[in-house]
């Protein structure tokens, strides 16, 4: 009668046991993937900050900085010069509507009110806000990184038309990000030289 008993709890809790695994087995969202039901993953930002060498292709050259992003929820962005050493401390605002240039080197100071246009557009926040609204997005997998890419239905600049993040598995953090062209070409190249994301 003990046997019996003991066979019968082990059967129930084996049954329980494969009921809850299949069941937590669907819902899972490990570190490796990227979707937006996780609420801990990178489209769901609430601030970043990092510092970034960033390249900027064209037909005739490559132009090279290394700049400080910082972003704060919902709507405040700022980027400032670090290299090169004549650009150094220009800094590039964005609160709301408002955009303030500053340059510390040489104490001046700009405000520009109802800024239309986006000077963000080389941020991560920028990648995020893209991917969550655009219909055409793709998610990647290698051994060592996901990679998201989204296209810019509504941009009319035929040089910033994708957007490719890269994020590293260890991590879970952005390593690069690179922004296409109509054709595919990368015009800009985003590397993540640090990043502190919350």
């Given at each position: 009668?003990?046997k019996?008993?003991?066979?019968?709890?082990?059967?129930?809790?084996?049954?329980?046991?494969?009921?809850?695994?299949?069941?937590?087995?669907?819902?899972?969202?490990?570190?490796n993937?990227?979707?937006?039901?996780?609420?801990?993953?990178?489209?769901?930002?609430?601030?970043?900050?990092?510092?970034?060498?960033?390249?900027?292709?064209?037909?005739?050259n490559?132009?090279?900085?290394?700049?400080?992003?910082?972003?704060k929820?919902p709507?405040?962005?700022?980027?400032e010069?670090?290299?090169?050493?004549y650009?150094?401390?220009?800094?590039?605002?964005?609160?709301?509507?408002?955009?303030?240039?500053?340059?510390k080197n040489?104490?001046?100071?700009?405000?520009?009110?109802?800024?239309?246009?986006?000077?963000?557009?080389?941020?991560?926040i920028?990648?995020?806000?893209?991917y969550?609204?655009?219909?055409?997005?793709s998610?990647?997998?290698?051994e060592?990184?996901?990679?998201?890419?989204?296209?810019?239905?509504?941009?009319?600049?035929?040089?910033?038309?994708?957007?490719?993040?890269?994020?590293?598995?260890?991590?879970?953090?952005?390593?690069?990000?690179?922004?296409?062209?109509?054709?595919?070409?990368?015009?800009?190249?985003?590397?993540?030289?640090?990043?502190?994301?919350?």
């Open positions: 009668m003990k019996r008993n003991i066979i019968i709890c082990l059967i129930i809790f084996l049954i329980l046991l494969f009921i809850f695994i299949k069941f937590e087995y669907k819902n899972l969202v490990s570190g993937n990227i979707n937006k039901s996780d609420k801990n993953n990178i489209l769901n930002i609430s601030s970043y900050e990092a510092t970034v060498t960033l390249e900027i292709h064209s037909n005739k490559t132009n090279k900085y290394v700049m400080k992003q910082e972003f929820k709507d405040i962005f700022s980027q010069v670090i290299e090169p050493a650009l150094k401390g220009l800094t590039i605002k964005n609160e709301g509507s408002n955009i303030t240039v500053e340059n040489l104490e001046l100071k700009t405000l520009y009110e109802d800024f239309s246009n986006n000077i963000s557009n080389l941020s991560l920028s990648f995020v806000n893209n969550k609204k655009e219909i055409e997005n998610i990647k997998e290698t060592k990184e996901t990679i998201m890419e989204t296209k810019i239905e509504k941009n009319n600049n035929k040089y910033q038309v994708y957007q490719r993040l890269y994020i590293d598995k260890s991590s879970n953090l952005p390593s690069k990000m690179e922004i296409l062209d109509i054709n595919k070409n990368t015009t800009v190249y985003i590397l993540y030289n640090e990043i502190k994301i919350n």
